[in-house]
Structure formats: C-alpha cells, structure tokens
C-alpha cells in the first residue's frame, strides 16, 4: 500500500524555520515527481514546491521562492521542504504528493498519491 507520511510541522515566530519530511512507503519513489502544496480553510490547495525525480529540476511558486527549498533523497524514499524566513501568510495544512511522471508540475490534479499533512503555523 502506498503512503505519504509528512511530518515537521508546528508553531514557530515569523523569521523563523522548519523543515518538513516527507517519507514514502509501499514501493520505491525514485521514479516519481514530487511535490508539496498548501491549504488554508476555506481554501483552494497551492503549489508550494516541485521536484524531479532525480532532484535535478525544481519549481517554486512565486510567493515562496527564495525562502522554501525542496529536496529529496532517494535512498530514503523522502522529500524535503525547507522553509526559512517564514511568514504569517505560509501558515497552512501541508501536503506531499507524489506521481510517476518526469515532467514537473503545479498541478494537484496531476499527482496520484498524497499524504495526511501537517500543519505549520506561523506567528506574528
């Protein structure tokens, strides 16, 4: 059975970091895109972050780019998301989700498997 567990979340002040995991199981993931978006209630999910395969690609949207770094360590079966700089408007629900595609993409509707989340709040 496949599944995406994230964890790393939690309260933290306004300039502030965390780093989330993303830990995959049920069948090697080295082969799949990457990818962590973002809900808040009330909300449609965002893209936070993308990442290729073999991590030699990425994509950031734009409200996060400079301060979010994706990663991904395939011996681990596990995706990063490194968050600096951290704003009040970053605080959401999380999610890592994963499809066996090359190309990378923004789109939720193109990854198949996703994760519970975690939730990452921000204080002004």
């Known amino acids: 059975q496949v599944q995406l567990v994230e964890s790393g979340g939690g309260l933290v002040q306004a300039g502030g970091s965390l780093r989330l995991s993303c830990a995959a199981s049920g069948r090697t993931f080295s082969r799949d895109r990457m990818g962590w978006f973002r809900q808040v209630p009330g909300k449609e999910r965002e893209f936070v972050a993308g990442?290729?395969?073999?991590?030699?690609?990425?994509l950031y949207a734009d409200s996060v780019k400079g301060r979010f770094t994706i990663s991904r360590d395939n011996a681990k079966n596990t995706v990063y998301l490194q968050m600096n700089s951290l704003k009040p408007e970053d605080t959401a629900v999380y999610y890592c989700a994963a499809d066996l595609s090359y190309r990378l993409s923004s789109y939720d509707h193109e990854y198949d498997y996703w994760g519970q989340g975690t939730q990452v709040t921000v204080a002004s």
């Open positions: 990442i290729t395969y073999g991590g030699g690609s990425t």
